[in-house]
């Protein structure tokens, strides 16, 4: 069956860097675009980043929430199936569930927690 699977969040202090991973099980995720997302506590799902399939061909195959435009980065691992969120230079205001998505499937979500 097709799923993602999601890791690597956990806590950090402001300021730090944290990585956060996704594999898809089921079929070849490099294929299809992979979209990142967050919720904050009492907020709404936001976007966070997305990078686009391999098929592309794009040199810049990424876009980004302008909140987080400079500070996180996203990749992809085309062998091992994974996309990866780079996040640096952590804020507070980061902490939040992240989930990566790609067209109707979902990740469990990871928690980022950033504090002093």
């Known amino acids: 069956q097709v799923h993602l699977v999601e890791s690597g969040g956990g806590w950090v202090q402001p300021g730090g860097s944290l990585t956060l991973s996704c594999v898809a099980s089921?079929?070849?995720?490099?294929?299809?675009?992979t979209n990142w997302f967050r919720q904050a506590a009492g907020k709404e799902r936001e976007f966070v980043g997305s990078?686009?399939?391999?098929?592309?061909?794009?040199?810049?195959?990424?876009k980004y929430e302008d909140s987080v435009k400079g500070r996180f980065t996203i990749s992809r691992d085309n062998a091992k199936n994974t996309v990866f969120l780079q996040m640096n230079n952590l804020k507070p205001e980061d902490t939040a569930v992240y989930y990566c998505?790609?067209?109707?499937?979902w990740g469990q979500g990871t928690q980022v927690t950033v504090s002093s």
């Open positions: 998505n790609q067209r109707f499937y």
């Open positions: 990078i686009h399939s391999s098929e592309y061909g794009f040199v810049d195959n990424t």
């Open positions: 089921g079929f070849n995720a490099s294929t299809y675009s």
